[in-house]
């Protein structure tokens, strides 16, 4: 029993399933997952960047699809403690400066 333990197995199941339509929830995520919160932050930058090039006018589908994911990644990035953790890595490092 202790060996098994310290054996460290991983068992990893995938399932991909299109479907026009889902319930909630769609995805599932598993807490035990680490965040890299610098990437989120680059990429809702870079996200973020993207849109202000896009005009909703002219490309309404384009925009509202780009939104929809600058919106999901700004709530990831606060509902995960993301926010915090680039605050106090940004403190610190101003302090060592």
Do not use: W
């Not at 889902?22 to 996200?47: E, G, K, Q």
């Amino acid at each position: 029993m202790i060996t098994d333990y310290y054996d460290y197995p991983v068992v990893t199941n995938i399932n991909l399933d299109h479907k026009a339509q889902v319930t909630f929830p769609a995805i599932t995520i598993c807490n035990l997952n680490r965040i890299h919160c610098l990437n989120l932050l680059t990429s809702f930058s870079t996200m973020n960047e993207q849109l202000d090039g896009i005009d909703n006018a002219t490309a309404p589908a384009a925009y509202g699809k780009l939104a929809g994911e600058v919106n999901n990644i700004q709530n990831i990035f606060y509902n995960t403690g993301c926010n915090e953790q680039v605050r106090l890595t940004k403190l610190i490092m101003d302090n060592f400066q």
